[in-house]
């Protein structure tokens, strides 16, 4: 019995030891992976928003976006951004918001929770008021030709 418990401790110092010495090269990959998904999310969610007419892709939009509201409202902080942290020690969104505040452009607020939902406020109105149109147009039977 005292083997078996010796040999499980010596088994989790193995695999601790690996988890920690793990280099910062994977930290680094797999920060900029969440900062990837972060980015692919942002400009083609703002990509469909602004350039298509279907209606049930900009419902899905409509939805994702509420989630991502309902995730930073609960967390006080985007999901995404949070795992960039952890990984890279900084998120996308907190240099660009060094970067704005070294510019005198944004309030002094040092907390991304505003910015986070503010911004997600905006995408999800603009959606929101996208869709209306669009339904109100359908309903009047005007067709928008843009070539």
Same mark, same amino acid.
Not at 119 to 145: D, G, P, Q, S
């Given at each position: ?7 499980? @401790? ?6 601790? %030891?690996?988890s920690?010495?793990?280099s =910062?090269?994977?930290?680094? $990959?797999?920060?900029?992976?969440y900062?990837?998904?972060?980015? +692919? #999310? &942002?400009?083609?969610?703002?990509t &469909? &928003? ?7 892709? /900009? ?5 994702? +976006?509420?989630? %991502?509201? !309902?995730?930073? $409202? ?7 951004? %949070?795992?960039?942290? *952890?990984?890279?020690?900084? =998120?996308? @969104?907190?240099?660009?918001?060094? !970067? /704005? *505040? ?9 907390? #991304? ?6 911004? $997600? +406020?905006? !995408?999800?109105? #603009?959606?929101a008021? @996208?869709? $209306?149109? #669009? +339904? ?12």
């Amino acid at each position: 019995m005292k083997k078996k418990l010796e040999k499980i @401790k010596n088994h989790r110092n193995k695999i601790r %030891d690996l988890s920690n010495s793990s280099s =910062s090269f994977m930290k680094k $990959v797999i920060g900029n992976y969440y900062g990837m998904l972060h980015t +692919i #999310l &942002i400009i083609g969610g703002a990509t &469909i &928003i602004l350039f298509s007419k279907n209606l049930s892709h /900009l419902a899905l939009i409509l939805f994702i +976006i509420s989630l %991502d509201a !309902f995730a930073i $409202v609960v967390r006080h902080d985007c999901p995404l951004t %949070d795992l960039e942290e *952890k990984y890279l020690g900084i =998120s996308g @969104k907190r240099q660009i918001n060094e !970067f /704005l *505040k070294s510019c005198g452009l944004v309030y002094n607020c040092s907390h #991304l929770y505003e910015s986070q939902i503010e911004l $997600v +406020i905006n !995408f999800w109105a #603009l959606t929101a008021c @996208k869709i $209306v149109i #669009l +339904i109100v147009l359908k309903m009047w039977k005007i067709e928008l030709n843009v070539e």
